[in-house]
C-alpha cells in the first residue's frame, strides 16, 4: 500500500493531538473517523477543527470551501468498533499511559482491516511493548506529531526491532503527505526529540526554582541567543506540565538521574497548574489561549 492508497484514516482519541492530526489528515483529502471514549469528545473535537480552519480562513492561508470540505471529511464517533471500518490506517493519540495503549491497540487489532497501519503518537513509551498487544507487531510503528499538529512540521517516525520496513517508509509518506518533515529514530527512550527537549526544559525549571533568572529570561535567552522559536518554559506550557513530569518520570526509571523532576514541576502539577490548557503553568494564560 501507498500513503496515496489510504483513503480512511481512524484517529483514537480526540484531544490536543487527537484532533489535530484529523486536522491535517482531513485537509490532505482522508476521511477521518474521529473516535474518543469520552461522550462528546469527539464533537468537540470536530469542533476544535472548525475553529482552526476558520482561523486558516481568516488569515488567508486556507480557502473558505476548502475548510468546508476538509470538515465534511471528518466524522465523529463514540465507538472503537464502527471507527475502526474499513480504515486503512488507525493513529493512536490517547494520554502517556502504556496500559491504556495497549488495550486499546488489542482492541483496534480485532476491529481494524489486517492491512491497515497501525501508529501510536507516543512522545516517549515503548513502541515494541505497545506493538506486542497486536496480533502482528511488524504493521506498527510510532508517528510522534508536535503540537500544535497543523503548524509543526516535525515527525518522528519510531521504529521497533520488529517493525517492517515497509510499514516504516509508508509512515514517513503519510507524514510527507501531511505536508510534515520526517524523521526516522529507534524505539529507544524519550526518542530523539522528548529526550533532547526534556532535558532543557527541566534544567531551565530548576533555574527558576534556584532563583537564577525568571521563565521569561531564560526562556528569551534562549530565543536569542540560541534560535529557537519558542524557550523551553514557554513550551512547557503548551505540552503541558502534567504530561512533561510524566515523561521525566519515564526517563529518570528508563535513563537516569539526569531526568529527575524538580520540585517546581511537581508543586505545580500537584496544585493543577498545568500550562494553557489549565489557565497557568509558568507563564499566566487567558481564555483564549493568549499568553498573559
Keep these: 500500500m501507498?500513503?496515496?492508497?489510504?483513503?480512511?484514516?481512524?484517529?483514537?482519541?480526540?484531544?490536543?493531538?487527537?484532533?489535530?492530526?484529523?486536522?491535517?489528515?482531513?485537509?490532505?483529502?482522508?476521511?477521518?473517523?474521529?473516535?474518543?471514549?469520552?461522550?462528546?469528545?469527539?464533537?468537540?473535537?470536530?469542533?476544535k477543527v472548525g475553529k482552526n480552519l476558520a482561523k486558516g480562513v481568516e488569515l488567508g492561508k486556507v480557502s473558505a470551501a476548502d475548510r468546508d470540505a476538509a470538515l465534511a471529511r471528518i466524522v465523529a464517533h463514540d465507538d472503537l468498533t464502527a471507527a475502526c471500518d474499513g480504515t486503512d490506517c488507525v493513529i493512536e493519540a490517547v494520554p502517556e499511559k502504556l496500559e491504556l495503549k495497549r488495550e486499546i491497540f488489542a482492541a483496534v487489532d480485532k476491529a481494524a482491516?489486517?492491512?491497515?497501519?497501525?501508529?501510536?503518537?507516543?512522545?516517549?513509551?515503548?513502541?515494541?511493548?505497545?506493538?506486542?498487544?497486536?496480533?502482528?507487531?511488524?504493521?506498527?510503528?510510532?508517528?510522534?506529531?508536535?503540537?500544535?499538529?497543523?503548524?509543526?512540521?516535525?515527525v518522528e517516525v519510531v521504529r521497533h526491532a520488529g517493525s517492517d520496513p515497509a510499514q516504516v517508509a509508508?509512515?514517513?509518506?503519510?507524514?510527507?503527505?501531511?505536508?510534515?518533515?520526517?524523521?526516522v529514530v529507534a524505539d529507544s527512550p524519550g526518542f530523539a526529540s522528548s529526550r533532547l527537549g526534556l532535558v532543557i526544559g527541566l534544567e531551565a525549571m530548576r533555574m527558576v526554582e534556584q532563583g537564577v533568572a525568571s521563565a521569561a529570561d531564560i526562556d528569551t535567552a534562549m530565543k536569542l541567543g540560541y534560535g529557537h522559536p519558542m524557550g523551553p518554559l514557554e513550551l512547557t506550557d503548551l505540552v503541558g506540565l502534567d504530561v512533561r513530569l510524566g515523561i521525566?518520570?519515564?526517563?529518570?526509571?528508563?535513563?537516569?538521574?539526569?531526568?529527575?523532576?524538580?520540585q517546581i514541576l511537581r508543586d505545580k502539577v500537584a496544585a493543577g497548574k498545568l500550562g494553557k490548557k489549565s489557565g497557568e503553568g509558568f507563564y499566566q494564560w487567558s481564555a483564549d489561549g493568549k499568553r498573559l
Excluded: W
Design 2 to 47: 501507498t500513503a496515496d492508497a489510504i483513503r480512511t484514516i481512524t484517529v483514537i482519541g480526540a484531544g490536543t493531538m487527537g484532533h489535530g492530526i484529523a486536522h491535517v489528515a482531513a485537509v490532505t483529502g482522508a476521511r477521518v473517523h474521529l473516535y474518543d471514549a469520552l461522550a462528546g469528545a469527539a464533537a468537540a473535537g470536530v469542533a
Design 113 to 154: 482491516p489486517a492491512h491497515a497501519l497501525l501508529a501510536t503518537n507516543t512522545s516517549s513509551l515503548p513502541v515494541a511493548q505497545i506493538a506486542a498487544s497486536v496480533a502482528n507487531p511488524a504493521r506498527m510503528v510510532g508517528m510522534h506529531f508536535f503540537n500544535p499538529v497543523h503548524v509543526m512540521k516535525l
Design 170 to 183: 509508508l509512515a514517513v509518506a503519510l507524514s510527507e503527505r501531511f505536508g510534515k518533515t520526517p524523521i
Design 248 to 262: 521525566a518520570e519515564y526517563l529518570t526509571g528508563a535513563i537516569g538521574a539526569g531526568f529527575t523532576p524538580p
